[in-house]
T-cell receptor, first 115, second 115 residues
């Protein structure tokens, strides 16, 4: 079974600065995908960024980028130029290709952006 | 497109009562999922469906039942509610791998309290 670990329960950052959230995972699968989801106080789950395991290039989406280290099974999220609206819970998630294609989530990191 | 809709948004149940959480998607997605999110935790899979008439258990199915008579609807039934079922419930949907985006689209969630 796959597991996802987020070792930072809470983090804070000053507005306009950069912050990195950590995620590690355990799997014996070869074909899989990794995701970061944002959950603001509204509870809505919002996809931030995704990474295909077969791609060596790290994914980027505007101010969000990942550092994907496949051999180390590490998938960290970097948020640049942090904004107050980035305050939220962030969940790392793993999806094995095939079968149910369910998401396996970490416990989350609560990020607070301070003005 | 309304996306994934869930009703109700909030509900308080007494121990032993039953209820159905409704989930509807208008994106013609084959795959649908029910997750629960306990305080301080990531989401865990309850049940999933890969198409109308096909359902299967996830990690935490005890105390729940599902049905999938149409592509659009995937209701979750709670029989004999227990305090351990106090949680936030999310419905999600997506197309299977290889048919467009593999992003899961989430509903807004239902906060259920059993007392």
């Amino acid at each position: 079974a796959q597991t996802v670990t987020q070792s930072q329960p809470e983090m804070s950052v000053q507005e306009a600065e950069t912050v990195t959230l950590s995620c590690t995972y355990d799997t014996s699968e070869s074909n899989y995908y990794l995701f970061w989801y944002k959950q603001p106080p509204s509870r809505q789950m919002i996809l931030v960024i995704r990474q295909e395991a077969y791609k060596q290039q790290n994914a980027t989406e505007n101010r969000f980028s990942v550092n994907f280290q496949k051999a180390a099974k590490s998938f960290s999220l970097k948020i640049s130029d942090s904004q107050l609206g980035d305050t939220a819970m962030y969940f790392c998630a793993f999806m094995k290709q095939g079968g149910s294609e369910k998401l396996v989530f970490g416990k989350g990191t609560k990020l607070t952006v301070n003005p | 497109n309304a996306g994934v809709t869930q009703t109700p948004k909030f509900r308080i149940l007494k121990i032993g009562q039953s209820m159905t959480l409704q989930c509807t998607q208008d994106m013609n997605h084959n795959y649908m999922y029910w997750y629960r999110q306990d305080p301080g935790m990531g989401l865990k899979l309850i049940y999933y469906s890969v198409g109308a008439g096909i359902t299967d258990k996830g990690e935490v199915p005890n105390g729940y039942n599902v049905s999938r008579s149409t592509t659009e609807d995937f209701p979750l039934r709670l029989e004999l509610a227990a305090p351990s079922q106090t949680s936030v419930y999310f419905c999600a949907s997506r197309q299977p791998h290889g048919r467009g985006s593999y992003e899961q689209y989430f509903g807004p969630g239902t906060r259920l309290t059993v007392t």
